[in-house]
């Protein structure tokens, strides 16, 4: 499942005030429904007040230990080699500790505390001719024998991938907007956002 940035926010929205639904723009951004309309739902700037409400094992990190402790654990005992499974705790809790809790948020609650991974990145992404990122980098090019620095102008569709650059002596204003009609006329159209953002290196 993909994160929404406030960007990809923006971007739902401007879509969605030009009649695409919700719904479509959560299928191409790859998640939910729900969440891109809860998101749609709240100021840009407004904290995300889920993070802050108190999950069902709040309190309970003592009693899971002892759980933990009498199963050997090693998550928690000094040499254990025993491993309590999630539905053993869940079931200890509930018959000994009269817990209200699911089943998951056990579950949760050890994968948070004890599994440590790197979460994979997911590119959110855009509809075709909505978006591109341009943004300049320096490098030095040989001339009529000559090297001399020179200025490229990246850019880059969001949707596709497809790159192009552009090369000029300058990095005047003038060159920023030449640059731009350059780059507009390879991608075929004027994206609906451009973005400052691109990333290169240049050997």
């Known amino acids: 499942m993909a994160?929404?940035?406030?960007?990809?926010?923006?971007?739902?929205?401007?879509?969605?005030?030009?009649?695409?639904s919700v719904r479509q723009m959560a299928g191409q951004m790859g998640v939910d429904e729900s969440t891109l309309?809860?998101?749609?739902?709240?100021?840009?700037?407004e904290p995300d007040g889920r993070r802050e409400r108190a999950t069902a094992m709040a309190g309970w990190t003592e009693r899971v230990d002892a759980v933990l402790t009498r199963f050997g654990d090693a998550r928690v005992v000094a040499g254990?080699?025993?491993?309590?499974?999630?539905?053993?705790?869940?079931?200890?809790?509930?018959r000994e500790s009269d817990f209200r809790g699911s089943y998951q948020a056990v579950r949760r609650y050890l994968k948070r505390r004890f599994?440590?991974?790197?979460?994979?990145v997911r590119r959110v992404e855009t509809p075709p001719g909505v978006q591109a990122q341009?943004?300049?980098?320096?490098?030095?090019?040989?001339?009529?024998?000559e090297r001399?620095?020179?200025?490229?102008?990246?850019?880059?569709?969001?949707?596709?991938?497809?790159t192009f650059v552009w090369v000029s002596p300058t990095q005047t204003q003038l060159?920023?907007?030449?640059?731009?009609?350059?780059?507009?006329?390879?991608?075929?159209?004027?994206?609906?956002?451009?973005?400052?953002?691109?990333?290169?290196e240049i050997a």
């Open 80 to 94: 254990g080699t025993g491993h309590c499974a999630a539905q053993q705790l869940y079931d200890v809790l509930v």
């Open 175 to 200: 060159a920023w907007q030449t640059g731009h009609l350059a780059l507009f006329q390879r991608y075929g159209g004027v994206p609906l956002w451009v973005v400052p953002g691109c990333q290169i």
């Open 37 to 45: 309309r809860y998101r749609l739902g709240r100021p840009l700037d």
């Open 134 to 145: 341009h943004d300049w980098f320096d490098f030095t090019g040989v001339i009529q024998g």
């Open 3 to 20: 994160k929404l940035g406030r960007a990809h926010v923006m971007l739902a929205q401007e879509m969605v005030d030009r009649g695409v």
């Open 148 to 162: 001399r620095p020179l200025h490229g102008l990246i850019g880059a569709l969001s949707h596709s991938r497809a």
């Open 115 to 120: 599994v440590s991974s790197v979460q994979a």
